[in-house]
């Protein structure tokens, strides 16, 4: 393997020089013959010195310069802690060079080294170097500083020297000087520009996890909806991201920008809305987001960018388990193209979309097939998953076919500046760790010029930010390695010896295996994405529905969700949610049963919009259940109308219908898209139908013309009883007159003639009037439901 390749061109002056210092090992043959009989004894010894070394923690916070030349003076600071319960006295912090390192293995070897072990650590430089400590108390700590010139350290060769920090001192009880504590790190030293130097290519990756939601205000510019605000947090200066732009900008680094992290920054720079429990919150950091695009911006004037596909997507999680879900890997190529744009429209440069990056560069044939199925001809892998048997660290391009290159990002480079980097110690450590590994690399095969690329953990904390440009500005005098970008690193000629065989899925490691997105996550996209694609169509302005879901959904992809199941699953859930909800303002108002009281009618059917905008392209179908009992267009039992409703009304779609026989039947409205999809749940109910025949409407014109006519008898027999009567009264009338005239006559001898006509005058127009015909009283009609459930229109 590449880390155990031997460092070619080191001289032995330096090993014998530690030789010197040891002189235990170098006393005579026969002595060295004795001690490698009895390794397991000295193994024992050592092992036994390790754990008393262990009573001092030494601390080596600061190494200036991390890479010196001749003339230099190196400056170690640091801290010893007391850890025992015991006061540590005649106390001194050493310095120990040596020896020269010959494989990038060995390095690895002195760094998970722990305690002093006798026979292996150097001796102590002059003692005119060491630093006297106080007495130290239990618990207790001093600080320290140890300045030495470059030309005391006896370093004459270029390579990379094992540097030590050691406490000597005594204990109560122990009254002799020891070693109480020691700790180790690396000097890279290159006083001059070496014939050949390493190509380095080094990411720095702009990615954070999904922010926005599904979700976005009513107002013409659709205002996002954030799930929280803590990018503002990345944001701001300190943050995590701030110090990604800051450092970066003055980096030789490619910048490899997740666009959704730009257009989120960018919808903050923007009134936006923050989710705070089951409300939301104006979000107030427009400032930060502005002044953060800014920096960005002119950091990345005049270098690469490669863009990845929007939202990061998981490509093993693809590859392993969405790409049997249809619909999963045509996202991935929207998220590709979406990606170019995004950057541009943002930060107004051309990006490369020609790469992809797996998760810790781990690849096998299926991820390969997912990686480039997009478009992207390389794939960013990593040499833990590229495994090569070579002496030395092969150039990280690799021809696998098919048009594909393998860009094999080195493991130990790119794993230097993981875990906890907040303490100066291990910031210090990391930094000298990675000069040192990066010179191996270099003097392996100083005649040869290969190109290294170095790919970090995506999302960097602001300490490890810190520590790898401070690592990067170490390398800026390019004695041993020039900067080279992404693009040109991807274009160099592949090692011939270098392994191009993609590893097969079994090599695939399990613990990234575990933290995949399952299929079950994919299936649950593709129900939201079937859902989409079936609302879209109604809409009269799909743009303002479609982007902001569309983008969702690839942030449900989102490698950021690695090992964070659970808030997986809740965000899909809630973006199919807010999905469904939109859905659902267009429905079907629920009717109750109707009465149909005829031949024929009209069913009415409410389809109610209360989304802002208008919707179209729906068909509504009505179907009877019992065609034999009612027919819709008078002769199918399924009848289509078109529907097309302005956003925040109501459409009421009437259907003729013709009744033939008695008795409910069962109908069933639903809503069409044009191309025959079901849209929303049906809506059931019964229609009575109550039908008058014309058999029965000629015995119901017959009963009312015998009443008609039995009215009209009565009302002349009526009539002519009445003349009698009258004619009779005016004869008993007459009678009783005459009588009473002849009376008078007999006494006075005259006749009153005037009189009796004046009389009968007067009972004629006194004769009361004819009475007025009778109408049959039917009552005024009821506009109430003639049953228990609606009247249909007729």
């Known amino acids: 393997m590449a880390e155990a390749a031997d460092i070619q061109g080191t001289v032995p002056s330096p090993a014998r020089r530690w030789l010197r210092r040891t002189a235990s090992l170098a006393v005579a043959a026969p002595l060295l013959a004795g001690f490698l009989q009895s390794a397991p004894a000295v193994a024992s010894e050592a092992a036994e010195s390790a754990n008393g070394s262990s009573t001092v923690d030494v601390s080596v916070d600061t190494v200036a310069p991390s890479a010196p030349v001749e003339g230099d003076t190196l400056t170690i600071t640091g801290t010893v802690t007391n850890q025992s319960k ?67 350290l006896e370093i004459d060769d270029p390579g990379v020297y094992q540097l030590g920090v050691s406490l000597t001192g005594q204990t109560a009880s122990q009254s002799f000087d020891r070693v109480l504590g020691i700790e180790r790190t690396f000097l890279p030293y290159q006083p001059e520009q070496a014939e050949k130097r390493t190509e380095l290519t080094y990411l720095w990756p702009l990615i954070s996890t999904a922010h926005v939601s599904a979700e976005t205000g009513p107002d013409l510019q659709q205002t996002p909806v954030f799930e929280n605000d803590d990018l503002a947090a990345e944001l701001a200066p300190g943050g995590r991201l701030h110090q990604m732009v800051t450092l970066g900008k003055d980096l030789p680094v490619t910048w490899v920008i997740d666009p959704d992290l730009l257009a989120s920054v960018d919808a903050m720079t923007m009134p936006y809305r923050v989710k705070s429990g089951t409300t939301e919150v104006a979000g107030k950091n427009q400032a930060v987001a ?24 998981d490509l093993a999680s693809l590859a392993h388990h969405g790409k049997s879900v249809p619909g999963s ?37 299926s991820i390969m097939s997912v990686a480039t199925s997009a478009g992207a001809h390389n794939v960013i892998a990593r040499s833990d998953s590229f495994r090569d048997d070579l002496p030395y660290t092969p150039t990280a391009a690799r021809a696998v076919g098919g048009g594909t290159t393998a860009v094999v990002s080195d493991a130990g480079l790119s794993k230097a500046f993981q875990g906890d980097l907040i303490r100066a110690e291990n910031s210090t450590l990391a930094i000298q760790a990675f000069l040192a590994q990066s010179l191996a690399v270099t003097l392996e095969q100083p005649e040869d010029q290969r190109s290294v690329v170095v790919a970090p953990q995506r999302m960097p904390t602001a300490a490890q930010a810190q520590t790898m440009a401070t690592a990067l500005q170490g390398l800026s005098p390019q004695r041993w390695t020039q900067p080279q970008d992404l693009l040109a690193a991807a274009a160099e000629t592949p090692d011939p010896d270098a392994s191009d065989r993609v590893p097969g899925s079994r090599a695939y490691p399990k613990n990234l295996r575990a933290q995949e997105l399952d299929t079950e996550a994919f299936e649950q996209m593709k129900d939201t994405r ?34 964070e199941r659970a808030s997986a699953a809740l965000y899909r859930k809630e973006v199919l949610d807010y999905l469904q909800s939109l859905t659902k303002e267009v429905q079907l108002i629920e009717k109750s049963d ?47 109308l078109p529907v ?14 013709s009744a033939n026989a008695n008795g409910p039947v069962p109908m069933v409205a639903q809503l069409y898209t044009e191309d025959g999809t079901p849209y929303g749940a049906p809506m059931r109910f019964t229609v009575k139908v109550s039908e008058i025949t014309p058999t029965v409407m000629l015995v119901i014109a017959g009963g009312v013309l015998l009443l008609v006519l039995a009215g009209a008898r009565m009302y002349s027999s009526r009539k002519r009883a009445a003349a009698r009567t009258a004619e009779a009264e005016a004869e008993a009338g007459a009678a009783t007159q005459s009588e009473a005239e002849n009376e008078a006559r007999g006494e006075t001898g005259t006749e009153p003639q005037s009189t009796e006509t004046r009389a009968v005058g007067d009972t004629e127009d006194a004769d009361p009037g004819q009475p007025s015909d009778l109408t049959p009283d039917t009552g005024p009609e009821s506009g109430d439901p003639s049953g228990p459930g609606e009247k249909v229109d007729r």
């Open 290 to 313: 502005e002044a953060w695009l800014d920096a960005l911006e002119k950091a990345v004037q005049g270098k690469k960018v490669v863009a990845l596909p929007f939202s990061d997507p």
């Open 644 to 657: 097309k409703i302005d956003g925040g009304h109501s459409q009421s779609v009437k259907f003729p219908a």
């Open 329 to 365: 890997l045509s996202h991935l190529q929207q998220a590709t193209a979406l990606a170019a744009t995004t950057v541009e429209t943002v930060l107004h440069v051309k990006a490369s979309t020609d790469f992809s990056w797996p998760v810790d560069g781990a690849v096998d044939p």
């Open 530 to 563: 079937d859902q989409l694609d079936d609302f879209k169509v109604i809409l009269t302005a799909p743009d303002r529905v479609v982007p902001p879901f569309s983008n969702a959904i690839s942030r449900e992809m989102s490698t950021s969700w690695r090992g």
């Open 86 to 152: 015991q006061t540590v006295t005649h106390a001194t912090v050493d310095l120990r060079v040596g020896p020269q390192m010959t494989s990038r293995s060995e390095i690895d070897s002195v760094a998970g080294r722990r305690g002093y072990r006798d026979g292996y650590d150097p001796a102590p430089i002059d003692d005119a170097y060491t630093v006297k400590i106080p007495d130290l108390g239990a618990g207790l700590s001093r600080d320290f500083t140890l300045s030495v010139p470059v030309a005391k």
């Open 594 to 640: 109707l009465l149909l009281s005829g031949r024929s009618a009209t069913i009415p059917v409410t389809v109610q919009n209360k989304l802002l905008q208008g919707v179209d392209h729906l068909v509504l179908r009505l179907t009877s259940g019992n065609k034999t009992r009612l027919k819709l267009n008078d002769h199918d039992a399924i009848a289509e």
